[in-house]
């Protein structure tokens, strides 16, 4: 069954830590996503990568980084975490053509105290 | 402008009733996909169905259907014979350009609480 796996479901932080979120996938996916949701404004993309190495902003990075060093992981890095970045995040990957969807991870509650 | 509307913050149905969510978008692109999602309350995203823009007919997925009606921009999700199981956020997403563009748009989502 192919994955997405993100390393941790519920993760509690202090403001000013230095916060890694990790996502591997398993199917040999060149694209990757970090999003997160926030009640009432959807899913919000941060970075993707469409290749090692890669990596391109999305709508809202300022605070976040990621590291994509090899295919199948995709690590987001919240260099120092505030409370304002209390969320769901989301990783995904997908293939490249018109008909390939994304798939999800199942999310990281991530609490920043 | 936004790219991907879905007009209905939340709905509650009956059980076993028919459900229709609504979805439109806006692209100039000939060429584009438009994608369904389920996101129950324990998080992930679920895919549920696909449609090409140059797909004849509507895409179904055992109890999901696509009712596609190009002209009109819309791509309306419908769940027949609704379960429980159903409860949950449904997002409408479209990718623009035959190669994929990498990025899915999304909509705002619609919460549909299906009732016993």
């Known amino acids: 069954d192919v994955k997405v796996t993100q390393s941790s479901r519920y993760l509690v932080k202090r403001t000013g830590e230095k916060v890694f979120l990790e996502c591997v996938q398993d199917?040999?996916?060149?694209?990757m996503f970090w999003y997160r949701q926030d009640p009432g404004l959807g899913l919000r993309l941060i970075y993707f990568s469409y290749d090692v190495k890669m990596k391109e902003k999305g709508d809202i990075p300022e605070g976040y980084s990621v590291s994509r060093e090899k295919k199948e992981r995709f690590s987001l890095i919240l260099e120092s975490a505030s409370t304002n970045q209390t969320s769901m995040y989301l990783c995904?990957?997908?293939?490249?053509?018109?008909?390939?969807?994304?798939?999800f991870g199942s999310g990281t509650r991530l609490t920043v105290v | 402008a936004q790219k991907i509307t879905q007009t209905q913050p939340g709905m509650f149905v009956q059980e076993k009733e028919a459900v229709t969510l609504d979805c439109t978008y806006d692209t100039s692109d000939p060429s584009y996909g438009l994608f369904w999602y389920k996101q129950p309350s324990s998080g992930e995203m679920i895919f549920l169905i696909y449609?090409?823009?140059?797909d004849q007919q509507n895409a179904t997925e055992g109890r999901y259907s696509l009712n596609f009606q190009k002209a009109r921009k819309s791509a309306n999700l419908v769940i027949s014979a609704s379960q429980l199981g159903d409860s949950a956020m449904y997002f409408c997403a479209m990718r623009e350009g035959p190669f994929g563009n990498y990025q899915l748009i999304w909509g705002a989502g619609t919460k549909l609480i299906i009732k016993p």
């Open positions: 199917m040999d996916h060149e694209n």
């Open positions: 449609q090409g823009s140059y």
């Open positions: 995904a990957s997908s293939l490249t053509g018109g008909g390939y969807g994304y798939t």
